[in-house]
């Protein structure tokens, strides 16, 4: 059968890549009337945003790569009438920590009263939860006034910087290193690592570095839906990717899996696509061509001069566990604990120290890593008969673990740095986490550890690099053109996580690169 067979031979649109950001771009322009291609090398869509079950014979549907949803705009969901939900978790984040002998931690969340005793508790008084106060309600009127813009043409710097209308939010966000915030504002040190994490967040930086990526990174984290906060997708994340591949199937989009795009061909005005299946080669053309993969790809599939290289800095591990753990710190329910997010050796001086080991090169002696539990809040990934046994997830995030550490050899780092890294979070349980685990129908612990080296392998994520290069800050600079997704050739964009205003399960590269197609075609 020819690689063709049931395709057309043209289209008002073909999508390189069928990705949350692919499908919110295919089911945008076909509500329009385009008429449009997905082409996904993979045999389903849905690219780091989906649902798997990877453990034999266990009714356990998890996120198996990004697992909170923030940055996803309430518009998007509306426009595509996605039948999708998300819950917010009652626990913002816990910290434990071992103070003069004893343990003990920081829970945020549970209503002001519990945070501001919690404060209390850790830090013998109330100035580090004032100060806590005044940060965050400084980034939340940022975020009310930076959120909306990521769904119009990019404003330029100035106008941005009007639209915040803050001069003391301009600098410490937008100036100078997240770090001076950090060190001017808190004093306790594991107050100061708990706001400095979401700075590094598949970043590999110091919080003074001169770069300023911290804060892009940080700017991402504390935004989404002009709150900041981070929800659970209700069905796990292949529920989003789900709902948004059936609107676009359903405004007419046509899907088509297991078609391996291998070049682009353009005039400007025409474009030429070559996939590659397993029957062989076939091709098509299109008007444009929306590119929702990284911009390595692309210049690979345009034959344009590639990109400096990405590099990741992560470490994912999916769990599934018989119950949850019991804490030393026996004034905290793990039920709490692990519904937000729970930090692992994330002071601020450890993770200083994580990050100058790795830069020389070696594994950190304490890996910092955040966890949560989805379960808790969203029960339904897991089958009925584990619901009733008390079996639970738990989904980890290692920070400072750049991908060239595993180039020796990715498999044994894995190992040892899961070990490591599991070691950090038994210092904090009463009993160890092993004794936890479920087996799966072979017998072997339901643990599963992705390397910035497997995301590249599994999903073409360059140098495992989640957001597929350093994130942009949400502004217009040179050459980044009205929507941010243009590229050197006019009927071209990019509407992957690469895109200015990508990274994260958000939707707004799909959704700008359609708007910038409508707009030149006066749709």
């Given at each position: 059968m020819p690689a063709h067979e049931g395709l057309h031979r043209r289209y008002d649109a073909v999508i390189v890549g069928g990705g949350h950001n692919?499908?919110?771009?295919?089911?945008?322009?076909?509500?329009?009337?385009?008429?449009?291609l997905v082409l996904e090398r993979l045999g389903t869509t849905g690219g780091a945003a989906v649902s798997t079950r990877p453990f034999a014979g266990v009714d356990a549907r998890l996120s198996r790569y990004s697992y909170l949803v923030s940055l996803l705009p309430k518009k998007i969901v509306r426009d595509l009438g996605l039948d999708f939900r998300v819950r917010t978790r009652n626990v913002s984040s816990y910290t434990p920590v071992e103070r003069d002998g004893r343990p003990t931690g920081l829970l945020v969340g549970g209503g002001e009263r519990r945070t501001r005793d919690a404060f209390a508790r850790l830090t013998g008084g109330e100035q580090e939860y004032r100060a806590w106060q005044r940060f965050y309600d400084m980034t939340g009127r940022v975020a009310k006034r930076v959120f909306p813009t990521l769904t119009e043409p990019l404003p330029s710097r100035d106008e941005l910087r009007l639209r915040v209308d803050d001069e003391e939010a301009w600098r410490?966000?937008?100036?100078?290193?997240?770090?001076?915030?950090?060190?001017?504002?808190?004093a306790d040190d594991l107050v100061r690592g708990v706001v400095l994490t979401d700075a590094l967040i598949g970043t590999?930086?110091?919080?003074?570095?001169?770069?300023?990526?911290?804060?892009?990174?940080?700017?991402?984290?504390?935004?989404?839906?002009?709150?900041?906060?981070?929800?659970v997708p209700v069905g796990g994340m292949g529920a989003l990717t789900d709902a948004l591949a059936g609107a676009a199937r359903q405004a007419g989009a046509v899907l088509a899996t297991g078609h391996e795009v291998v070049g682009i061909s353009t005039d400007g005005g025409s474009a030429e696509v070559t996939y590659r299946t397993a029957e062989g080669e076939g091709t098509v053309t299109a008007r444009h061509v929306l590119v929702n993969a990284s911009p390595r790809e692309l210049a690979a599939l345009t034959g344009d001069q590639p990109?400096?290289?990405?590099?990741?800095a992560q470490l994912k591990v999916n769990i599934l566990l018989k119950r949850l753990p019991r804490l030393r710190d026996s004034e905290v329910d793990p039920r709490e604990a692990f519904a937000g997010t729970f930090h692992i050796a994330e002071g601020y001086q450890q993770l200083a120290t994580a990050h100058?080991?790795?830069?020389?090169?070696?594994?950190?002696?304490?890996?910092?890593?955040?966890?949560?539990?989805h379960s808790?809040?969203?029960?339904?990934?897991?089958?009925?008969?584990?619901?009733?046994q008390g079996y639970q997830t738990l989904t980890l995030f290692g920070l400072h673990t750049p991908a060239r550490l595993f180039d020796r050899d990715n498999d044994a780092v894995r190992e040892e740095l899961l070990k490591s890294t599991l070691a950090q979070l038994d210092a904090h349980l009463a009993?160890?986490?092993?004794?936890?685990?479920?087996?799966?129908?072979?017998?072997?612990?339901?643990?599963?550890?992705?390397?910035?080296l497997d995301l590249e392998r599994d999903l073409r994520l360059p140098g495992g690099n989640i957001f597929h290069r350093e994130l942009s800050w949400p502004y217009s600079e040179e050459g980044t053109g009205?929507?941010?997704?243009?590229t050197r050739h006019a009927n071209v964009l990019l509407c992957g996580a690469g895109a200015v205003r990508g990274g994260g399960v958000s939707g707004v590269p799909g959704h700008n690169a359609a708007m910038a197609v409508l707009e030149e075609l006066g749709g």
């Amino acid at each position: 059968m020819p690689a063709h067979e049931g395709l057309h031979r043209r289209y008002d649109a073909v999508i390189v890549g069928g990705g949350h950001n692919g499908l919110v771009a295919a089911a945008y322009l076909a509500r329009a009337g385009r008429s449009v291609l997905v082409l996904e090398r993979l045999g389903t869509t849905g690219g780091a945003a989906v649902s798997t079950r990877p453990f034999a014979g266990v009714d356990a549907r998890l996120s198996r790569y990004s697992y909170l949803v923030s940055l996803l705009p309430k518009k998007i969901v509306r426009d595509l009438g996605l039948d999708f939900r998300v819950r917010t978790r009652n626990v913002s984040s816990y910290t434990p920590v071992e103070r003069d002998g004893r343990p003990t931690g920081l829970l945020v969340g549970g209503g002001e009263r519990r945070t501001r005793d919690a404060f209390a508790r850790l830090t013998g008084g109330e100035q580090e939860y004032r100060a806590w106060q005044r940060f965050y309600d400084m980034t939340g009127r940022v975020a009310k006034r930076v959120f909306p813009t990521l769904t119009e043409p990019l404003p330029s710097r100035d106008e941005l910087r009007l639209r915040v209308d803050d001069e003391e939010a301009w600098r410490v966000l937008f100036e100078e290193p997240i770090g001076v915030a950090v060190e001017d504002r808190f004093a306790d040190d594991l107050v100061r690592g708990v706001v400095l994490t979401d700075a590094l967040i598949g970043t590999f930086a110091d919080a003074h570095d001169p770069s300023l990526k911290q804060n892009r990174c940080f700017l991402y984290h504390v935004i989404g839906g002009g709150t900041g906060a981070w929800d659970v997708p209700v069905g796990g994340m292949g529920a989003l990717t789900d709902a948004l591949a059936g609107a676009a199937r359903q405004a007419g989009a046509v899907l088509a899996t297991g078609h391996e795009v291998v070049g682009i061909s353009t005039d400007g005005g025409s474009a030429e696509v070559t996939y590659r299946t397993a029957e062989g080669e076939g091709t098509v053309t299109a008007r444009h061509v929306l590119v929702n993969a990284s911009p390595r790809e692309l210049a690979a599939l345009t034959g344009d001069q590639p990109p400096t290289p990405a590099e990741g800095a992560q470490l994912k591990v999916n769990i599934l566990l018989k119950r949850l753990p019991r804490l030393r710190d026996s004034e905290v329910d793990p039920r709490e604990a692990f519904a937000g997010t729970f930090h692992i050796a994330e002071g601020y001086q450890q993770l200083a120290t994580a990050h100058a080991e790795a830069a020389a090169g070696r594994l950190p002696t304490a890996p910092p890593s955040e966890i949560y539990c989805h379960s808790l809040t969203d029960p339904t990934i897991l089958g009925p008969d584990l619901v009733e046994q008390g079996y639970q997830t738990l989904t980890l995030f290692g920070l400072h673990t750049p991908a060239r550490l595993f180039d020796r050899d990715n498999d044994a780092v894995r190992e040892e740095l899961l070990k490591s890294t599991l070691a950090q979070l038994d210092a904090h349980l009463a009993e160890p986490l092993t004794d936890c685990v479920a087996t799966d129908a072979d017998g072997r612990p339901c643990i599963e550890a992705k390397t910035p080296l497997d995301l590249e392998r599994d999903l073409r994520l360059p140098g495992g690099n989640i957001f597929h290069r350093e994130l942009s800050w949400p502004y217009s600079e040179e050459g980044t053109g009205r929507w941010g997704v243009e590229t050197r050739h006019a009927n071209v964009l990019l509407c992957g996580a690469g895109a200015v205003r990508g990274g994260g399960v958000s939707g707004v590269p799909g959704h700008n690169a359609a708007m910038a197609v409508l707009e030149e075609l006066g749709g």
